[in-house]
């Protein structure tokens, strides 16, 4: 769902979930009043026409602003419609003007750069149109650069540049492009004295120059250091499980110094010996809690097999309690959520899951005891209570009475509206749509006394009254411009009467009539 709005200032596109009420994202790039929206087929872009005559189009996909410029007509555009069976957006103006637009326009010239290899063009024409490159053809080009950069690097490492500048050549004229291939090639210039100081096992330079190009540690060279670390320090952390093994602990760990990121591991290790083994005491006797609070205070844990043994331990009790739960073994699923409400990654759906069955066992029990305003309650707040056979019994129930209480609005008949609506009266979750029951019967309440010839001031009253219980809807706006029709004297104005609303509407402002 998208809502336009400004204060004077600035102005928004806010896309939003319908149903949930939630904020999606808020388009950026917006710098005019925006007067009318299309979406393209199956929601893949946003058009956005606007009182300058501008149209903007943005990605539905990743909500990003594609051109602010896409289109420019030199009058307000009033109209903004998308044919999705021939991919055009047409476009009505103010000056009486109708134009559309092939959105894919061009795409077809792409197939013949494409052979060719004309990557250049083609980028220009994605520039003109950006929607082409959104297209299966662009796609191609783009995979093709990903994949022709990595082999540019492994040839890198090789330090062939000739063979890499050979692989780059096609993309070379297009100016993005060619930025990244220069920087590339500058970067593994210092590649080949990378190599030089890993194998000479001067790593602390090895380490450094991978800091100033990032692009190294992609190299199957820097996994193969960062392997060879990992089991390293795994040697030392055995080495300081024994009071006299700091020394080779700190042999081992010698060719690390001078590694900003490894050092503070390091230096934690060494010092914090006593730290592992109370944490590997805790995992034994599963005391979670000081497991994570040391985990919290000394982060080098992490580091330890034994920190993966745990947290697969929490996906396992995650998955028995799921499974636990779907048999209707609540009791045992709960004794593990309780655990896992340790875990952080778990907290939070912990406490939904805890909810939901403390939920679903006082729904139960209110059906049990008959307190059907409780049960209507719980059955908001939890889902899948409406799919138990109990929560379906009680929703055929209310719908059925809803059925039953239409056809005594539709005649007006406020008190039997009420007799039948009597067993939910005390329900708050049904007081919105008990509200608008009365709303509707009162409506037709007023049609009809106008329709049987009631006096002008009985009927003003009336609408006072609506607009008290209810306050300004669609419905009395509608009644409203045929009473003043009907009433051209009259001096009674909407807006300047006392406003209800259906959620402020309570049982006890029922009347049999909204005329009294």
Known sequence: MFSCGDDGKTFAVIIWNMYTGKVIDKLQGIHDDVRQIATSKDDEFLFLGTALGYVLVYDLTTYELLSPKYIKIASPISALEFNEKNHQLIIGTEDGFIMSYNIYEGEEKLKGML??????????????NPILACTQIYN??????????????????????????????????????????????ADYA??????????????????????????????????ALEERWKKTFMQAQKYVLDPKGIESAKEVLKPYRGISEKTKLIQELLTQGEVYKRFRTAIGQKDFTICFELIKQHQFLKEFPEYKTLINYADTLYIKSQELLGKGD?????????????????????????????????????????????????MTQTEGLQDTPDGQKLQNKWYSDLAKTNEFAVNGDALNVRKTLKFYMRMSTKATAIATVFAWCYIVQLEDSARDGALQLALEKGIKNY??????????????????????????????????????????????SILD
């Open 140 to 185: 191609l080009i783009s995979n093709l650069w990903e994949n022709t950069l990595a082999k540019a690097k492994v040839v890198l490492q090789s330090n062939d540049k000739a063979k890499a500048l050979l692989l780059f050549n096609t993309f070379k004229n297009i100016p993005s492009k060619n930025k990244i291939i220069n920087k590339t090639i």
């Open 467 to 512: 607009m008290l219980h209810f306050g300004l809807q669609e419905q009395i706006e509608s009644y409203f411009m045929l009473f003043q029709s009907k009433y051209p004297s009259t001096k009674l104005k909407l807006e300047y009467l006392t406003h209800g609303s259906e959620s402020m509407w309570r049982p006890s402002m029922i009347v049999a």
């Open 115 to 128: 052979k060719n290899k004309e990557f250049d063009t083609i980028q220009k024409e994605a520039e003109l």
């Open 190 to 223: 210092e590649f080949a004295k990378f190599t030089k100081f890993a194998k000479e096992g001067k790593l602390a330079l090895a380490y450094s120059l991978c800091n100033t190009y990032p692009a190294y540690k992609d190299s199957k060279l820097y996994k």
């Open 330 to 378: 609540t009791n045992s699923a709960i004794k593990m959520l309780r655990i896992l409400a340790v875990f952080d990654d778990f907290k939070e759906e912990v406490k939904i899951l805890m909810h939901d069955i403390e939920t679903k066992q006082k729904f139960f029990t209110a059906v049990e005891n008959e307190e059907y305003d409780k049960a209507y309650d719980y």
